[in-house]
């Protein structure tokens, strides 16, 4: 079982540029997660996805952060534009079920923009 | 809507030393709690988890935790810290009674281990 695979694992951007974090969740689970981790504010669920279905978004900042999962093996974070303090590490996770199972993490991808 | 508080951002303690990493939760209704580790550069990874079967979890690495309903807490101990314990450790909840069953996690406790 590869875990859950996170693509890029870094990535260095300038204001105002288009970043797309890609997740590819663990085979089989029907549930995946995105969180956003910073030194201010710990870590934070942007979105989460059931049978590849948003169900709770109320985490995402504002309109300029995205997210799709076409299908129940990959999916995407989008920030446009983005700016300094969208800077951290995002990471996504998946489950069987809906948060009350074990939630496994990828390594994550650290995201600087100058 | 639930919440955990972690007491203490950072703990330090001696190798071979107990190991106790504080958590309170506040939820309607009891929860299912779990505490997570982070070791450097990497993602989380779950120690052990209480879905209200018995209040005394076991987990990986010789860690367990105890389910206080009276003192709504769920404390993290080791008895012998190792070398390679050192790492962040997350106490997150998850609101059987709503919803919504992210998980809801503290702001976490850097765990150091002095030779």
């Known amino acids: 079982d590869a875990g859950v695979i996170q693509s890029p694992r870094h990535e260095v951007t300038e204001m105002g540029q288009e970043v797309t974090l890609r997740c590819k969740p663990i085979?089989?689970?029907?549930?995946l997660f995105w969180y956003r981790q910073t030194m201010m504010r710990g870590l934070e669920l942007l979105i989460y996805?059931?049978?590849?279905?948003?169900?709770?978004d109320s985490g995402m900042p504002e309109d300029r952060f995205s997210a799709k999962m076409p299908n129940a093996s990959f999916s995407t974070l989008k920030i446009q534009p983005s700016e300094p303090r969208d800077s951290a590490v995002y990471f996504c996770a998946s489950s069987l079920g809906q948060g009350l199972n074990e939630q496994f993490f990828g390594p994550g991808t650290r995201l600087t923009v100058l | 809507a639930q919440s955990v508080t972690q007491l203490g951002s950072h703990v330090s303690v001696s190798e071979g030393a107990l190991v106790l990493l504080r958590c309170n939760y506040s939820s309607s209704v009891p929860p299912y709690l779990f505490w997570y580790v982070q070791y450097p550069n990497q993602g989380l990874q779950l120690l052990l988890k209480?879905?209200?079967?018995?209040?005394l979890v076991k987990g990986i690495n010789g860690f367990e935790a105890e389910f206080k309903k009276s003192e709504t807490s769920f404390h993290l101990t080791k008895p012998s810290a190792h070398m390679s314990d050192a790492a962040e450790y997350f106490c997150a909840v998850s609101d059987v009674d709503t919803g919504r069953r992210a998980l809801t996690f503290g702001s976490g406790t850097r765990l150091q281990v002095q030779p």
């Open positions: 085979s089989g689970h029907n549930s």
């Open positions: 996805f059931n049978n590849n279905v948003p169900i709770d």
């Open positions: 209480y879905t209200s079967a018995a209040t």
